[in-house]
């Protein structure tokens, strides 16, 4: 096992290095093969405990649904959830839990009065598992304010659309370019009015969704395989630099992963356990996916590999466990379908634009495209990942050394054990894919981080895997006698130390090489922009001549603190009869360009007294220049 994992370590630096890739190959699939061929077999999912509990559907409940969906779905219309369609959606659920016996109150109750009598237990994983969330928490809220700090194009729609939920208006599909779901700005509205609404706000309500991620993937690697896999998972998910960048964007793609693996999680606990109710928060958490990020569109097709993979399980459970998971995955979908219902290419759109020729015209063979996407799909965990600055490193592997080297061990695992566990990985992995795959009108596009997010999950499992076996075989070993015990020991100290040397290494890798390839190298003209315009405040008005250079005033108002700005002050030429030239005396302040040579020289010669101030960008260039001109009163 650890001969194979060095020669698949030495693989992947072979790979890093663009060198003999011929042999790069060849040592990775080695490893691979070898690991699988000695590793011993995972004891996978729990064992089933019994046959499924047999529950009497209450059908007055559930016909109650009828007169309560008409309501909800009705007072749906106009993309709006108002009071009344809510309180029959909420209604719904009651139902739903009532109809099916659902005793998670009760169970919650009672565990919480137990908790009062004995105090809290802790179990084994509580102290790693702590320390992990910590050092996740750590990467991806040190510096959320400053890190990255330019909104760009699309923080100050999101910011907008948080704002509508403040205003009192509750879309259930937010319709700014290109179409946005809604999960994301609900949860971080609440931090929004708590704190105020800004860039940073947004940033930190992205990063706590990415920390509960941490815990969330171990519960999923225990209830799939066991618990020392669910603490690799998350200690892996914790210093992935592909999720500490997505993480702390600010998008709504980082509610993708939590609510898919909620999904993933209660199906396998509902397999395992038969309870009615885990089948149906499974269903939940499918329809709530929908509100999360459209790259969701493609998981039923990953639930039904993952009920595949368990069909000798589910074979035990009652049909009525099916229909009640169905319908509680259509419940949470219903404010959302009268959306879909009332306006689908709206909702489609931004899919269409990729596997369409919605946008741009295809290409003339587009399966060899669609093959080469898949490729580009599949290296991004070992190869060259994402080029988009905001997404990743621009090219840099989308898994660090260790995470890739033991994801192809991982993969080699599951091939060896296809028809277990490991192999719905594979399955799994390949339709999250999809997503990024299928982008046939922009190939140039793939391989995509933030569609391809939902692939993330699989791919920290299958590597936590292999992780897990050396580490259980190495630490067994140690027991051992003689020379081959010292071996095993200084093997495991090799091992941990790589892994320690990978959390290390991501610090410099955000905080410094990601901070570098921004643009500007982490520099916000947008936002430098707003504070000169705050700072001048009061004393007069503001303008920027914005045509014929690059320029986003939706970014500049969204951080503005103290004073509007009007659009009729986005100036695309002068005219020497209107303002800032003409109108009642007092000062004003016109930020310009620093290539706008002739707008500069107007100014000057018509306000001779004024100052020019430069700003610059971190490199030194100039960004901008802002004049603080003044007209005199009439007659002097």
């Known amino acids: 096992m650890a001969l194979g994992a060095a020669l698949a370590a030495a693989g992947q630096a072979l790979l890093?290095?663009?060198?003999?890739?011929?042999?790069?190959?060849?040592?990775?699939?080695?490893?691979?093969?070898?690991?699988?061929?000695?590793?011993?077999?995972?004891?996978?999912?729990?064992?089933?405990?019994?046959?499924?509990?047999?529950?009497?559907?209450?059908w007055p409940y559930l016909l109650a649904l009828v007169p309560l969906g008409a309501v909800c779905f009705w007072r749906s219309a106009g993309n709006r959830f108002r009071w009344e369609g809510v309180l029959a959606w909420a209604a719904g659920f009651a139902c739903l839990g009532v109809?099916?016996?659902?005793?998670?109150?009760?169970?919650?109750?009672?565990?919480?009065?137990?908790?009062?009598r004995e105090g809290i237990h802790l179990g084994a994983d509580a102290l790693p598992l702590g320390g992990i969330v910590a050092l996740g928490a750590f990467f991806r809220l040190y510096r959320i304010g400053e890190i990255p700090l330019e909104m760009g194009c699309d923080l100050p729609l999101i910011q907008g659309n948080i704002a509508q939920i403040l205003k009192g208006e509750f879309p259930t599909f937010f319709t700014s370019h290109p179409?946005?779901?809604?999960?994301?700005?609900?949860?971080?509205?609440?931090?929004?009015?708590?704190?105020?609404?800004?860039?940073?706000?947004?940033?930190?309500?992205?990063?706590?969704?990415?920390?509960?991620?941490?815990?969330?993937?171990?519960?999923?690697?225990r209830e799939m395989f066991d618990r020392r896999v669910g603490v690799w998972a998350a200690f892996l998910l914790g210093i992935s630099h592909w999720h500490i960048i997505l993480s702390r964007t600010g998008f709504r793609l980082n509610t993708l992963p939590l609510v898919f693996m909620a999904m993933w999680y209660f199906a396998l606990r509902g397999a395992r356990t038969g309870r009615l109710g885990a089948w149906m928060a499974a269903g939940a958490f499918l329809g709530l996916g929908y509100y999360t990020y459209n790259a969701f569109i493609v998981a039923p097709l990953a639930l039904c590999a993952i009920l595949l993979w368990g069909r000798?399980?589910?074979?035990?459970?009652?049909?009525?466990?099916?229909?009640?998971?169905?319908?509680?995955?259509?419940?949470?979908?219903?404010?959302?379908?009268?959306?879909?219902?009332?306006?689908?290419?709206?909702?489609?759109?931004?899919?269409?634009?990729r596997i369409t020729d919605l946008e741009v015209p295809l290409p003339e063979h587009p399966w060899a495209v669609l093959g080469q996407n898949a490729l580009r799909a599949a290296l991004m965990f070992n190869m060259q990942g994402d080029a988009v600055f905001t997404n990743n490193v621009p090219f840099y592997r989308e898994l660090g050394f260790m995470s890739a080297v033991c994801f192809v061990l991982g993969v080699g695992y599951a091939l060896r054990h296809i028809r277990a566990a490991p192999?719905?990985?594979?399955?799994?992995?390949?339709?999250?894919?999809?997503?990024?795959?299928?982008?046939?009108?922009?190939?140039?596009?793939?391989?995509?981080a933030g569609r391809a997010i939902g692939a993330l999950v699989p791919a920290i499992l299958l590597a936590a895997v292999p992780a897990s076996l050396l580490q259980r075989g190495l630490f067994g070993a140690v027991r051992a006698s003689g020379r081959v015990g010292w071996a095993a020991g200084a093997l495991g100290v090799l091992f941990i130390a790589s892994f320690a040397a990978e959390g290390?290494?991501?610090?410099?890798?955000?905080?410094?090489?990601?901070?570098?390839?921004?643009?500007?190298?982490?520099?916000?003209?947008?936002?430098?922009?707003?504070?000169?315009?705050?700072?001048?405040?009061?004393?007069?008005?503001?303008?920027?001549?914005?045509?014929?250079?690059?320029?986003?005033?939706?970014?500049?108002?969204?951080?503005?603190?103290?004073?509007?700005?009007?659009?009729?002050?986005?100036?695309?030429?002068?005219?020497?009869?209107?303002?800032?030239?003409?109108?009642?005396?007092?000062?004003?302040?016109?930020?310009?360009?620093?290539?706008?040579?002739?707008?500069?020289?107007?100014?000057?010669?018509?306000?001779?007294?004024?100052?020019?101030?430069?700003?610059?960008?971190?490199?030194?260039?100039?960004?901008?220049?802002?004049?603080?001109?003044?007209?005199?009163?009439?007659?002097?």
């Open 16 to 58: 890093d290095r663009r060198q003999m890739l011929w042999l790069a190959a060849a040592c990775l699939a080695g490893g691979a093969v070898a690991l699988a061929c000695t590793a011993p077999g995972l004891a996978g999912p729990r064992a089933p405990t019994g046959e499924a509990p047999r529950v009497a559907i209450k």
């Open 99 to 116: 109809a099916a016996g659902v005793d998670w109150p009760r169970r919650m109750a009672l565990a919480l009065k137990r908790a009062w």
């Open 179 to 221: 179409g946005r779901e809604a999960l994301f700005f609900y949860l971080a509205a609440p931090l929004g009015a708590a704190f105020g609404l800004n860039h940073t706000t947004i940033k930190v309500a992205s990063a706590l969704v990415g920390v509960g991620c941490l815990w969330l993937i171990y519960l999923l690697g």
């Open 312 to 353: 000798k399980r589910i074979r035990r459970l009652p049909l009525a466990h099916w229909g009640m998971a169905i319908l509680a995955a259509l419940w949470v979908l219903l404010p959302l379908g009268r959306y879909i219902y009332d306006d689908p290419a709206r909702y489609v759109y931004r899919v269409a634009t």
């Open 423 to 448: 192999g719905s990985l594979l399955a799994v992995g390949s339709v999250m894919l999809l997503p990024t795959a299928l982008s046939l009108a922009f190939p140039h596009e793939v391989p995509n």
């Open 504 to 636: 290390v290494s991501v610090y410099p890798l955000y905080f410094e090489r990601y901070v570098w390839h921004l643009p500007d190298h982490n520099y916000s003209i947008s936002l430098d922009m707003a504070r000169t315009i705050d700072a001048f405040g009061e004393n007069g008005e503001a303008y920027i001549k914005v045509w014929p250079y690059w320029y986003d005033g939706n970014a500049i108002r969204a951080q503005l603190r103290r004073v509007d700005f009007p659009w009729e002050h986005e100036l695309t030429t002068l005219d020497v009869s209107k303002p800032p030239f003409t109108g009642e005396p007092g000062k004003f302040l016109m930020i310009i360009h620093p290539a706008d040579a002739e707008t500069l020289a107007q100014l000057r010669k018509a306000f001779p007294h004024g100052v020019l101030l430069e700003h610059r960008k971190n490199s030194g260039e100039i960004a901008f220049y802002a004049f603080y001109g003044e007209r005199e009163p009439y007659g002097r």
